[in-house]
């Protein structure tokens, strides 16, 4: 079975500044990672994935990730943030073949101050 | 413009009554799921259907909660009779199994039972 770890639960941060969430994921078998956004009374949206080839993901709105696997680690990350970034982030993990089945962390709530 | 379909978006019912919920997953779509997201408990999966099978429902409570896809357009939950702790948001999801890459999500039935 897999896990996911976001040890984060909010994250305060100035608009402009840099920001990081951090996941950790643990798994025997080769996984397949994801970062969700979910705004304020919606659905998740998909952010970014891995699925193989480059350790670095960039996804939509000016963020991006980085799988290490020696680390088990697929921190998101983005230089700038805005106020509109405000929302709460999820990682989630699934085994490679295992069909769209995801385990999700317990979320990350950015919010982004003025 | 793709996307998964619930309804209703909020429901709110008196204690022993029967709650459906209904999801249109994409078209196309062969994997569904459902999903409870609470404060204390995050995102936990409740039920996975792939070709509108039940491959995995070990997370439903059997005794009250039960899931079907009459059809490929239609997937359904039901929780009979209703209790408070079931109170939650309740996320249908869809994806393309055979490419095995993310979930679609919809933008859920918010449950209220009092």
């Known amino acids: 079975a897999q896990s996911v770890t976001q040890l984060d639960s909010q994250v305060p941060v100035f608009e402009e500044a840099p920001v990081e969430l951090r996941c950790n994921y643990s798994?025997?078998?080769?996984?397949?990672l994801f970062w969700y956004v979910q705004y304020p009374n919606q659905g998740l949206q998909l952010l970014l994935k891995?699925?193989?080839?480059?350790?670095l993901v960039k996804g939509i709105n000016g963020f991006e990730a980085e799988f290490n696997k020696s680390q088990t680690s697929f921190h998101l990350r983005k230089p700038s943030v805005h106020i509109s970034d405000t929302a709460e982030y999820f990682c989630?993990?699934?085994?490679?073949?295992?069909?769209?089945?995801?385990?999700f962390g317990t979320g990350t709530q950015l919010k982004v101050e003025l | 413009d793709a996307r998964v379909t619930q309804t209703p978006r909020h429901k709110v019912t008196e204690m022993g009554q029967e709650v459906t919920m209904r999801c249109q997953p994409i078209?196309?779509?062969?994997?569904v799921f459902w999903y409870r997201q609470t404060m204390m408990q995050g995102l936990e999966l409740l039920a996975y259907?792939?070709?509108?099978?039940?491959?995995?429902d070990s997370g439903m409570p059997k005794d009250r909660f039960s899931a079907e896809m009459p059809d490929a357009t239609l997937a359904t939950l039901k929780i009979q009779p209703s209790e408070p702790r079931d109170s939650a948001v309740y996320f249908c999801?869809?994806?393309?199994?055979?490419?095995?890459?993310?979930?679609?999500f919809g933008q859920g039935t918010r449950l209220t039972v009092v």
């Open positions: 259907f792939r070709n509108r099978a039940p491959l995995d």
């Open positions: 078209l196309g779509h062969n994997t």
């Open positions: 891995y699925l193989s080839g480059s350790t």
């Open positions: 798994s025997s078998v080769s996984v397949y």
């Open positions: 999801a869809s994806g393309l199994r055979d490419l095995n890459t993310e979930a679609f």
């Open positions: 989630a993990v699934t085994r490679t073949g295992g069909g769209n089945k995801l385990t």
